[in-house]
């Protein structure tokens, strides 16, 4: 099993352009998340997505939109990108459900720079 | 140690020594708590978690301890080998964004540094 798949790797950007950062789980989880990674702030939820049909905001949603396309994928899209959103992304999935929450796994990140 | 807003922290140890990793969570509400372990260049891995109706779990070489009194989390990590030099972080479960089951805010970590 891969687990987590996110594509790509590494991304460079102008002000201005767009994006889709891909992501993919084959555990056939409920539930899936996007985060971004800067020094110094730890990891912050940008979107989730509880189960298929569903998203929602998360701590730093503004500037990104989110599609759950089906149950295995979750998508991050940034309409306009801006030098702020330099980041590292991760996508992550959980089992979650019936109201308790388990364990996060976690892709490889994708590292988004914006110039 | 971690308390979730605070810059990184570093703790050095020696190899062979045990490590203790701590973390002030923010949410007396929260339920469920995990360890993460990150190293250069990848994603959090997850080492061991905890409910809140515990207050010690055990895994194999380590062991969270959880004071929900004074909102208190550590990882201990017995036997510290130069392979568990990584950036560690602790995340609580909150329902601050919704959802039947809430979401993980992760603390800012701590970086272990292991000397041979």
């Known amino acids: 099993n891969a687990g987590v798949t996110q594509t790509p790797k590494f991304q460079v950007l102008k002000t201005g352009q767009s994006m889709t950062l891909q992501c993919a789980q084959d555990?056939?989880?409920?539930?899936m998340y996007w985060y971004r990674q800067d020094p110094g702030m730890g990891l912050r939820l940008i979107y989730y997505?509880?189960?298929?049909?569903?998203?929602d905001k998360g701590e730093v949603p503004n500037g990104y939109n989110v599609s759950r396309l089906n149950k295995r994928e979750f998508s991050l899209r940034l309409e306009s990108a801006a030098p702020s959103q330099t980041s590292v992304y991760f996508c992550?999935?959980?089992?979650?459900?019936?109201?308790?929450?388990?364990?996060?796994?976690f892709g490889s990140g994708t590292r988004l720079t914006v110039v | 140690g971690e308390s979730v807003g605070l810059h990184l922290p570093t703790l050095s140890v020696q190899e062979g020594d045990n490590s203790i990793i701590n973390c002030a969570y923010s949410?007396?509400?929260?339920?469920?708590f995990i360890w993460y372990k990150q190293e250069s260049g990848k994603g959090p891995q997850f080492i061991i978690d905890?409910?809140?109706?515990?207050d010690k779990r055990q895994g194999q070489r380590v062991t969270v301890l959880l004071n929900k009194t004074v909102k208190h989390l550590s990882l201990q990590i017995a036997a510290t080998q130069p392979g568990d030099s990584a950036v560690y972080f602790c995340?609580?479960?909150?329902?601050?964004?919704?959802?039947?089951?809430?979401?993980?805010?992760f603390g800012k970590g701590t970086k272990l540094s292991v000397k041979p």
């Open positions: 992550a999935s959980s089992v979650a459900g019936s109201g308790n929450n388990y364990g996060y796994t």
């Open positions: 555990m056939n989880h409920n539930s």
């Open positions: 997505s509880a189960s298929e049909g569903t998203t």
């Open positions: 949410n007396s509400a929260s339920d469920y």
């Open positions: 905890i409910r809140s109706n515990m």
């Open positions: 995340a609580e479960n909150t329902r601050n964004y919704g959802g039947s089951q809430g979401n993980l805010i």
